[in-house]
C-alpha cells in the first residue's frame, strides 16, 4: 500500500462526524435552530447557562431569523444564553454598518431576551497602545 493510500484510508476509517444534508438553507436552519432551541431549554431545566459560539455573515442570517421567530411566537427565552462571537473588524465602531457587532445585534440580540452582559464580542474600537 502507497503512502497516499495508507493516509486516505486511516483518515477514512477515523472519521465519525455525521452529516444532515438539507434541501436548501431554510430547511437547514430549521434543523440547526431546533437543535439550538432544544440545547436552551435543556440547560434551563438544569438551571444552567447555554454557551453558544455564533457566527455572522450571509450564512447565519436564515437561522437567525428562526431563533427569532421561535423566541417571539413560541416564547423561546435566551436570558440563560451567554454567546461568543469569534471575531471584529479592528479599528471599527460597533454601531458601523460592517461591525459584527451591529450584524449580532440587528439579526438577533436585539430581538430576544439575552442579556447584555453575556454577550461577548471583540472590541473593535478598543484605543491602540503605542
Known amino acids: 500500500m502507497d503512502n497516499k493510500q495508507n493516509s486516505s ?3 477514512d476509517s477515523l472519521e465519525k462526524i455525521s452529516v444532515n ?3 436548501d438553507v431554510k430547511a437547514g436552519s430549521l434543523v440547526i435552530a431546533k437543535t439550538i432551541a ?3 431549554k435543556k440547560k434551563q431545566v438544569e438551571g444552567k447557562n447555554c454557551v453558544l459560539g455564533l457566527a455572522t455573515g450571509s450564512s447565519p442570517r436564515t437561522l437567525y ?3 427569532v421567530r421561535m423566541h417571539k411566537e413560541e416564547g423561546l427565552s435566551f436570558s440563560n444564553v451567554v454567546s461568543f462571537n469569534l471575531d ?3 479599528p471599527i465602531s460597533k454601531e458601523a454598518p460592517q461591525s459584527y457587532n451591529r450584524f449580532m445585534q440587528t439579526h438577533l ?3 430576544v431576551d439575552i442579556k ?3 454577550i461577548h464580542i471583540p ?3 478598543i484605543k491602540k497602545k503605542i
Open 109 to 111: 440580540f436585539s430581538h
Open 9 to 11: 484510508t486511516h483518515i
Open 38 to 40: 432544544d440545547l436552551i
Open 21 to 23: 444534508i438539507q434541501a
Open 116 to 118: 447584555p452582559e453575556n
Open 123 to 125: 472590541n473593535g474600537d
Open 88 to 90: 471584529e473588524y479592528y
Open 65 to 67: 431569523a428562526e431563533l
